[in-house]
């Protein structure tokens, strides 16, 4: 019987302590103001980012794990008896973690080692570090569990819009005026995640019509929904009520978003992700 280890990275927003008792390692991801370097960090932990954001004309770099801190996490996992494992990682468009665990799997040259480039962010992530978990715990072989993976991240779909277009703008998505327009205009984006990529899909006047037409995009089989927001609960719950009366047999849940992918839609951004 195999052993197998679940790797994800910090976008996938998993609750740290549900991490510590199903044994999944989350690799950290990096956000930088100025020169003060900190780790992403995990829910409950990110208001002191938000806080900052919001009062500073500063707008944050970040960055991928080192090869060294996923090399760290592999040998941890084969010191304690793992068989092997299983790196489920934020999409390789949006950022090197992807390329980074790559590096560390090369270095250790173990090909009991498997990296999966996700395509996917957020909560699609961790749905699919959890069902991979799941998987693992059901005695699946590794095949079957990478199989299932690769098949299932190309069937997820993530669509969010913003209560500001200033974060987009401060991370180069826009330009000032186009940012000034929108803002006199009350247009809002709906971005999606595509093909790994956030992509803007359309723009609607006003946040109420933008949310409805995100919740319109839920398909009539969906079996998992995560409400994902920055500081946005009472709109969450809203549309939390409206998606349960409309899809009464799916999972669904309110979830925040972190600082590397929260600084560029900024706070009271809403969105979903499902499948």
């Known amino acids: 019987m195999s052993k197998i280890k679940i790797v994800t990275d910090s976008t996938s927003y998993m609750k740290k ?3 510590k ?11 930088s103001f100025s020169d003060e370097t900190s780790k992403e960090g995990f829910p409950g932990e990110f208001e002191d980012f938000f806080n900052r954001l919001s009062n500073s004309k500063l707008f944050p ?4 794990p080192s090869s060294g801190e996923f090399l760290s996490e592999f040998e941890k996992a084969f010191n304690k008896g793992y068989d092997h494992i299983i790196a489920i990682l934020l999409s390789s468009k949006l950022s090197g973690t992807y390329n980074s665990a790559l590096l560390a799997k090369d270095m250790l040259g173990d090909d009991r080692i498997t990296v999966i480039d996700s395509m996917q962010a957020a909560s699609n992530l961790r749905f699919l570090a959890i069902d991979a978990l799941e998987m693992a715990k059901s ?7 990478v199989s299932y993976i690769e098949n299932k991240k190309h069937n997820m779909w993530i669509y969010v819009t913003v209560e500001t277009l200033e974060y987009l703008r401060r991370g180069g998505r ?4 186009q940012s000034a327009i929108g803002e006199v205009l009350n247009i809002k984006p709906i971005i999606q995640l595509k093909g790994g990529k956030l992509e803007l899909l359309e723009k609607v006047r006003g946040k109420n019509k933008a949310i409805r037409n995100i919740a319109e995009k839920v398909s009539e089989d969906v079996e998992r929904i995560s ?3 920055i500081f946005n609960e009472k709109e969450s719950i809203r549309l939390k009520e409206d998606l349960e009366s409309r899809f009464p047999k799916a999972e669904i849940t309110i979830d925040e978003l972190g600082p590397v992918i929260g600084c560029h839609l900024g706070p009271k951004a809403i969105g979903i992700c499902f499948y």
């Open 21 to 31: 008792i199903e044994d999944i390692s989350v690799v950290e991801l990096n956000y």
């Open 227 to 229: 409400i994902c927001h």
């Open 61 to 64: 770099t970040t960055s991928q």
């Open 174 to 177: 826009l330009t000032g005026i």
């Open 17 to 19: 302590e549900f991490a």
């Open 139 to 145: 005695n699946r072989p590794v095949d079957e569990i």
